[in-house]
T-cell receptor, first 115, second 109 residues
Framework: EAGVAQSPRYKIIEKRQSVAFWCNPI?????LYWYQQILGQGPKLLIQ????????DSQLPKDRFSAERLKGVDSTLKIQPAKLEDSAVYLC?????????????FGPGTRLTVT | ENQVEHSPHFLGPQQGDVASMSCTYS??????LQWYRQNTGMGPKHLLS???AGYEKQKGRLNATLLKNGSSLYITAVQPEDSATYFC??????????FGAGTRLFVKA
């Protein structure tokens, strides 16, 4: 079974620029998550999709971050404009569905550096 | 506010020892608790899930217990390849997952 794919793996941008990350979850997984992981901390949930609907986006800074999951499969996360404090690893995870075994499958992450 | 706290933040046992770590949580409605392991440069990998207080689970050299507001994880006969950061993650009743900051394990050969 193929794992969760993310691209790019690394990105360096200047503050005020925009950036987009892409995630392809495991086939058949209805639930998709985007997390932000700052160095030395645990992953922080930004947004959770169930198919192509948003389940939770309470911690997504909506003035600059946006995410979509078209057709309930791939997802993109965008930051516009980026700030220095957005430097982090952005992790995508997927799961068969909410409400069952909690196991989430994580991709390798995209390391973003904002200068 | 929902939160998860780990103890200790860092653990440095000798090869062959037992590594012991724990987490405590505060959530409005509890659904399940999961343990993950993360190696440098990679995403977290799920180790096991638990659902109610008193629940115990063994998986290889991992042994975990779910308490009323926390969990303990033991790794027996630790090896250098066990070195990683171990996270406790709690899913609340709204299916939102909260991760703690983790315990960094470094096994000395």
């Amino acid at each position: 079974e193929a794992g969760v794919a993310q691209s790019p793996r690394y990105k360096i941008i200047e503050k005020r620029q925009s950036v987009a990350f892409w995630c392809n979850p495991i086939s058949g997984h209805a639930t998709l998550y985007w997390y932000q992981q700052i160095l030395g901390q645990g992953p922080k949930l930004l947004i959770q999709f169930q198919n192509n609907g948003v389940v939770d986006d309470s911690q997504l800074p909506k003035d600059r971050f946006s995410a979509e999951r078209l057709k309930g499969v791939d997802s993109t996360l965008k930051i516009q404009p980026a700030k220095l404090e957005d430097s982090a690893v952005y992790l995508c995870a997927s799961r068969r569905t909410s409400g069952q075994d909690g196991e989430q499958y994580f991709g390798p992450g995209t390391r973003l550096t904002v200068t | 506010e929902n939160q998860v706290e780990h103890s200790p933040h860092f653990l440095g046992p000798q090869q062959g020892d037992v590594a012991s770590m724990s987490c405590t949580y505060s959530v409005s409605r509890f659904n399940n608790l999961q343990w993950y392991r993360q190696n440098t440069g990679m995403g977290p990998k799920h180790l096991l899930s638990m659902y109610s207080a008193g629940y115990e689970k063994q998986k290889g050299r991992l042994n975990a217990t779910l308490l009323k507001n926390g969990s303990s994880l033991y790794i027996t006969a630790v090896q250098p390849e066990d070195s990683a950061t171990y996270f406790c993650a709690v899913e609340d009743g709204g299916f939102k997952t909260i991760f703690g900051a983790g315990t960094r394990l470094f096994v000395k050969a």
